[in-house]
């Protein structure tokens, strides 16, 4: 039977990205249907009336959403490449640093660049103090790793889904710095996680995958002038 | 082979109840260890290093975090037994969606019912009861969010049936009247032994919330 694959998603968004990198690293085949975030389409509230937003997938015609969902589905349906090692106990801890990357270090990364000035101290804080902890982490490893073959050296040391959750923080935090003027995330304070930044940009099906950076810089400095404008 | 499980948790946290359900259902002996919160173990801090909350599960040792994350690791390791999770891929997607939702909108809003008033409370009701009513739209007819067997999104949500009370007398409005599915479901999930020794009396709960108003000092 013919496989029909659509993935309703934002150029410029982390979440949706990281499910296109999911994909391609399956090698899965798929349509592409950039979403306008304005004027949300009809197709998106019917397929995530929930939340919605994107990235949904559309896997012969029935709807998935939330990005991380989304991860675990494509390695559970498609064979190859998993972003998820066998092991139980190390999938929990895979689910654990993605779920602390969504829920801890995004929104404080995010507050701490583009928050209210009263909450952008402690939210930096909170950030530094995330950060460090996934240095910990990473400890001595290439990438915090768990795949099975995506990042082209094979081994334990493979893309997985901690690496791919982690998109926004490899990627869109240095935009956004530049964007906004400030700096949170550096070579100096943080080695270990910028030699992953660098072995995961490295990666041709990471680096194929994320927006064209003076396109999402012009955004992100489109966006800093519009909040200044609007004080 | 004898397995060594530790929980470390706090009888009214929905999240560790989730735990003690989803270790029920499986038959699995474990050890309960109280925490207080007020004064965290050595040993809590030792295997939650990162977040410092309960529920901590350990295995032989190795400690796994974070309620949904422990509830599927359960399944996982003991998966001979009760199944939570379905086999096919797009309804494990479904039900790790929606026990997401949970996770996302009930607690924080339930938790402002209880602790805030006014304009900040009638808010948060108002949220608390959407969510509610877009889980009774998931739940549908069926007897179990799982279909015809109790799972995951059941183990992830029936714990907050303990609050029902508590929600409707801080919020001043009907648990029966807003959602009525929801409240049989309840009461369905109640008659399994499982959940049924896992979850406190609702008039505990609510005690337990009048006694943190009067700790934090809110009428």
């Known amino acids: 039977m013919a496989e029909e694959v659509k993935l309703f998603g934002l150029w410029g968004s982390p979440f949706s990205r990281r499910v296109e990198i999911a994909l391609k690293i399956k090698g899965v085949k798929y349509e592409y249907i950039e979403d306008d975030l304005q004027n949300k389409s009809a197709l998106l509230l019917k397929y995530n009336p929930v939340h919605k937003k994107v990235p949904v997938l559309l896997h012969n015609g029935k709807p998935i959403a939330e990005s991380l969902v989304l991860l675990e589905y494509i390695d559970e349906t498609w064979e190859g490449n998993p972003n998820l090692p066998p092991d139980p106990y190390e999938r929990a801890q895979a689910r654990f640093w993605a779920k602390f990357i969504d829920e801890k270090c995004l929104p404080a990364l995010w507050k701490a660049l583009f928050g209210e000035e009263s909450e952008q101290e402690k939210a930096m804080e909170e950030a530094l103090q995330n950060l460090k902890m996934l240095e910990k982490e990473l400890k001595d490893k290439r990438l915090f790793g768990g795949g099975g073959g995506g990042g082209g050296g094979g081994g334990e040391e493979s893309i997985g889904l901690v690496d791919i959750a982690a998109n926004f923080i490899a990627y869109w935090v240095g935009i956004i710095q530049e964007a906004v003027g400030a700096e949170i995330l550096n070579r100096e304070r943080f080695p270990v996680l910028y030699k992953w930044i660098d072995e995961l940009l490295s990666c041709s099906v990471i680096r194929e995958n994320l927006p064209p950076r003076d396109k999402m810089l012009a955004y992100f400095i489109s966006r800093v002038q519009a909040a200044k404008a609007s004080k | ?219």
């Not at chain 2, 030792?46 to 400690?63: A, Q, T």
């Not at chain 2, 994350?69 to 939570?84: A, G, L, N, T």
């Not at chain 2, 714990?159 to 801080?170: D, L, V």
């Open chain 2, 1 to 219: 082979m004898g397995d060594k499980v530790v929980l470390l948790d706090v009888w009214a946290s929905p999240f560790g109840m989730r735990v003690r359900i989803a270790l029920a259902e499986k038959g699995i002996k474990y050890e309960y260890k109280e925490e207080d919160l007020g004064k965290k173990s050595p040993l809590l801090l030792e295997m939650n290093p990162v977040h410092k909350k309960i529920p901590v599960l350990i295995h032989n040792g190795k400690p796994i975090c974070e309620s949904l994350s422990i509830v599927q690791y359960i399944d996982e390791v003991w998966r001979d037994k009760s199944p939570f999770l379905p086999s096919d891929p797009y309804q494990i997607a479904h039900a790790r969606f929606w026990a997401d939702f949970v996770d996302k909108k009930i607690y924080d809003s339930g938790r402002k019912i209880w602790l805030t008033k006014g304009q900040e409370q009638e808010a948060a009701k108002k949220d608390f009861l959407e969510c509610l009513k877009l889980l009774e739209g998931e739940l549908g007819d069926k007897p179990y969010f799982g279909g015809d067997c109790f799972g995951y999104v059941d183990v992830a949500v029936v714990p907050f049936y303990s609050g029902f009370y508590a929600y409707e007398t801080c919020g001043n409005f009907s648990m029966e009247k807003e959602c009525p599915k929801l409240v049989a479901w309840g009461k369905r999930c109640l008659q399994k032994e499982s959940v049924a020794k896992s979850l406190p009396d609702q008039q505990k709960i609510y005690d337990f919330v009048l006694q943190l108003k009067k700790r934090l000092g809110i009428e």
